[in-house]
Structures are given as C-alpha cells and as structure tokens.
C-alpha cells in the first residue's frame, strides 16, 4: 500500500500533540487508449496496470485480455494500445457515484450469469473474517476501501484503493492479466453495493457479490435480472441476502 507520514495536532479532551501519522496516497492515473485519453482517475498509485485493465473491461470497452495489444506505464500515465469492441465518446459518458468520477458506457447491455457455484453460510463468513484480517491498509489509514476474488475456499486476489470501485478494477485486472477465468468466483468489497459495482461483476461473470456494506435499490433490481446473488452487511455469521439465494446453501429451499 502506497502511505505517506504527515504532521498532525492530535486532541483528546485537554490534551494537545504533535505527532507524526500516515495517510493514503492520491494520485491522478491517466489512462490513454490509442494515444486518446479516456479517463483520469484518482486512486492510490500501486497496480496501475490492473487498474487500467480492469478499468476498460467493466466498462465493457474490451471482452478479453487479446484486445490489448501493448501496455505500459510512463509515469502517472497508462498507455495501451487495444482492439475496442466500440468507440469511446466522451458523449456516451454518465458520472457514477464512484470515487475519482468512474464512468459507465451507455447503451451496453448487461448480461446473465451463468454458474453452478454454491457456498455454505459458514463458508462465507470465514472469507470476510479473512478478508478483514488482510485489509492492513485501512487498519493503518482508515482511508481505503478494499476488495478481494476468491474461489470459495481462500482469497485468491486482494486489492486496496482509495475508491471501492478501483480496488475491484484492480482485483479483476489482475485476474484478466494473470489469464485466469473470474467465472465461479466471489466478489468480496468493503464498499457499498451499487448498480456500477453489479454491473462490474456480471460482465466478468462473477455469480457472488457480498459486502459488509449495504447495497441500493437499483443493485438489487439489476442482480435479480441479471442472476447474480447479492449479499451486504455481512459481519461474522450475520449477513442479508437480497438476490439469488439459491447460490447459498442451507437457504436455498426457504
């Protein structure tokens, strides 16, 4: 994780300190495609790679890793050349509710899942206990989201950022550039549980998504349509399903 040591005036009731603390770094991260700069966002400057690969497929400029011809990194600025599967128009641009202004394409349509993956409750909850065990960043910053990739049985990917939806970009970048298949997997986040986040993992082709967080209305519209089993506020072996709990066992049949 890439931190920072700043001076700070602490306060606790009377007493007043000077004191060194370490916060997060921000940076701008420009990513060009073709020589044409498509987005800058703001993250924490580590991964960059990912985030640029996970960036471009959720927002479902490419369908695999073979549209991208070349990548590199100069300095705060990803350049890529890519096959894309349309034009990128900053008219088709909506603002989300991500951190660093993350954009959805309009018009591309969201797909259905197609998985057999099933998960016991208990199974589930001792992910997010390791999940929140690995979140060091936000135990030592406070100001990072996190999110992880597992198979059912251990985290396989785990990622942090100042914006959920760049940590999950990351996750998913890093999966796309090791070669490996995201379908079957589990989609773990710190964050709250919107239509952006939704529509990331269906187009990957993620069955699960939980958070400890709550998810909107929309999220919830889009993974009963779309297939996807959305779970939030799970914390130890507490947790809400709110679609397609046919994934979790020992639920499935309520």
């Known amino acids: 994780m890439s931190r920072k040591e700043v001076v700070i005036l602490r306060i606790r009731d009377t007493e007043i300190e000077k004191r060194i603390d370490v916060v997060t770094k921000e940076e701008p991260i420009s990513i060009k495609v073709n020589g044409k700069r498509i987005a800058t966002l703001l993250a924490t400057p580590v991964d960059v790679k990912e985030l640029a690969c996970g960036f471009l497929y959720s927002l479902g400029l490419i369908k695999e890793m073979a549209d991208i011809s070349s990548i590199s990194e100069v300095g705060s600025e990803i350049e890529i050349t890519a096959e ?112 952006e986040v939704v529509t990331k993992c269906v187009r990957v082709g993620i069955p699960i998504l939980i958070s400890r967080s709550s998810p909107t209305d929309m999220a919830i519209t889009l993974s009963e349509y779309s297939g996807l089993t959305l779970i939030g506020f799970a914390r130890k072996k507490r947790m809400n399903i709110y679609a397609h709990a046919e994934r979790v066992l020992s639920v499935s049949k309520l």
């Open 84 to 195: 894309l599967i349309k034009d990128f128009s900053q008219d088709e641009q909506v603002l989300t509710s991500g951190c660093g202004k993350g954009v959805i394409i309009l018009g591309y349509l969201l797909g259905k899942i197609d998985s057999d993956l099933v998960i016991s409750i208990d199974s589930l909850s001792l992910l997010m206990d390791e999940f929140q065990l690995k979140s060091i960043g936000y135990k030592t910053t406070g100001g990072v989201h996190s999110a992880g990739i597992s198979d059912g049985k251990q985290i396989l990917d785990f990622k942090e950022d100042i914006g959920r939806h760049n940590a999950i970009d990351k996750t998913i970048g890093s999966f796309l550039l090791k070669g490996f298949s995201l379908k079957d997997k589990i989609m773990l986040t710190s964050g709250r549980l919107t239509s």
